[in-house]
Structures are given as structure tokens and as C-alpha cells.
């Protein structure tokens, strides 16, 4: 094969594996908005946390436990809101105990609509009343 062809097909095989990673990026679930946010520090113990996703996810695969000094992985159950008519289906809400003072983690795993899966943590700590 003449040499100028050579460059053409490896120019093409860079040009496809580029095409195929900004293929796979752009499908992959981040989060773009959390509340709480990570590393907060509250007055009030939250009632829930909402994470909303650049994507729409697979919200019946989702998965979220909660984790503390006195908890290990409590599985917190994704509550029917979820799946609500007027739910957006890129935000997840996530129910949560009656929570102590003390500091918290939201373990989190969901599927995004591309297969994907997405794993990450809140973290957070509820202050004593003052
Ligand atoms: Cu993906």
C-alpha cells in the first residue's frame, strides 16, 4: 500500500476512535445539580436528596443507601414520586430517614438510558440545633 494511503486509513481509524469516545461521553449520567450539595454542612436534617443527571435514567434501576458512623449501607428506598407524570426524568429523588446530628453519606448508582451505569456519593452533616 503506497504510503499516502497508509496515512489516509490511520488518519480515518484516529478520526473514528475520536468519534466513538465523544460518542460514549456523551451518553454517560453526571450529575449536574444535587440538593443537598456535596459537603454540605445543614441546620436541618433533609428529608430527602434530589440529584438531577445530564441525561434521563433508568429510575427503576437506581439504587441509593445511606451511610454513617452509626449506619452502614441503610437501603433508602426510591419512592413513587420518581415515577410521577409530571417527574423529570433526568432527577432522582432519594427518601431519607429521620436523620440525627452527625455526618452522612448518599451512596448512589443508577443506570442511564444508554446502559451506563453512574456511581457516586453526597456527602453531608446535619450541625446540632444552636
Ligand atoms: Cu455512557
Redesign the pocket.
Known sequence: MPSFMGEVFSGIGILLVLGITVT??W???VVVKSSPTDQAVLTQAPGAITLCFNVKIEKAFARASLWSTKTRRKRLPISEHNFAQDADPACLHISLPPLQPGAYQVRYKIL?T???TTEGVVRFAVNEPA
Open positions: 460514549l461521553a451518553g454517560h449520567a442511564a444508554d446502559g451506563h
